[in-house]
């Protein structure tokens, strides 16, 4: 009887704040492929929201993304990547994914935060690991409030950022300020992968569909600079962000162009 080949699994390394991570305030989960060490290959990253909920489920408050697998199977179809788990703030979260003030919700500090990432976080993982520096090979990614801020940060970072994922964002916040940055914001190529989950209501399939005939509308050609996705079974819920991440990836960890 024939044996089932194994998958050959990446590596996954805790990064914590400490003075060997200068400007580091709280833990990195990083994601390094199979292949990482054989040699001296560079590889593109994806900067993902909330790491508690991507790898390991004891850690995750509502089910993990099991981002290890989702890149795993990636690396097997030849879309080697790292993917670096940016851990939340706790009871900060919301103040640092929201772009803008909020009537309800208060004061946002998500500009700090996508400066912090952009001027922390990645030149500390492009000096530790073997990257691909440039914004073509830099994704920015994350579900829910932390889409809404991936998305920001790839509208307000065009110099850092090439692609971005933004699954089920929370694009309601702050009377739905982000189409007005959105309309605002030059073209700039890149990659956008959007989705929502149908079970996640009209309104919210309806903004995100706005949302998606506006990048169109500023020059994002379909299939190759943005790629939109609507669930039928998906929920506002890990687990389906989890699944569309691992179709999502081939497209998002592609060479640029």
């Known amino acids: 009887m024939n044996k089932q080949r194994r998958r050959p699994r990446g590596k996954i390394e805790r990064l914590q704040a400490g003075p060997d991570a200068p400007g580091l305030d709280r833990d990195l989960t990083v994601y390094l492929p199979p292949s990482y060490g054989r040699g001296e290959r560079h590889y593109p990253v994806l900067y993902l929201q909330d790491g508690q909920n991507l790898f390991d489920p004891e850690e995750s408050f509502a089910g993990s993304w099991r981002v290890d697998v989702a890149m795993d199977q990636a690396a097997g179809r030849g879309f080697d990547g790292i993917a670096v788990g940016i851990w939340h703030a706790g009871e900060e979260r919301l103040a640092e994914y929201s772009p803008f003030d909020d009537p309800k919700a208060g004061s946002g500090r998500g500009r700090e935060y996508v400066t912090y990432l952009a001027e922390t976080i990645k030149p500390l993982v492009d000096a530790r690991y073997r990257t691909i520096p440039g914004r073509g090979t830099t994704c920015v990614a994350g579900s829910s409030m932390g889409g809404l801020i991936s998305l920001f940060a790839f509208l307000a970072r065009p110099d850092v950022f090439g692609a971005t994922a933004a699954m089920s964002p ?12 959105v309309e605002a914001a030059p073209f700039q190529p890149g990659r956008i992968y959007l989705d929502v989950g149908r079970r996640e209501g009209e309104e919210t399939v309806a903004d995100a569909r706005r949302l998606r005939d506006l990048f169109i ?41």
């Open 217 to 257: 509308a500023k020059g994002y050609r379909k299939g190759d600079q943005i790629r939109y996705v609507e669930d039928l079974a998906g929920g506002h819920e890990e687990a389906a962000w989890g699944r569309r991440l691992r179709a999502a990836l081939p497209f998002l960890l592609a060479p640029p162009g």
């Open 170 to 181: 929370s694009l309601w916040y702050a009377g739905r300020a982000i189409f007005e940055a």
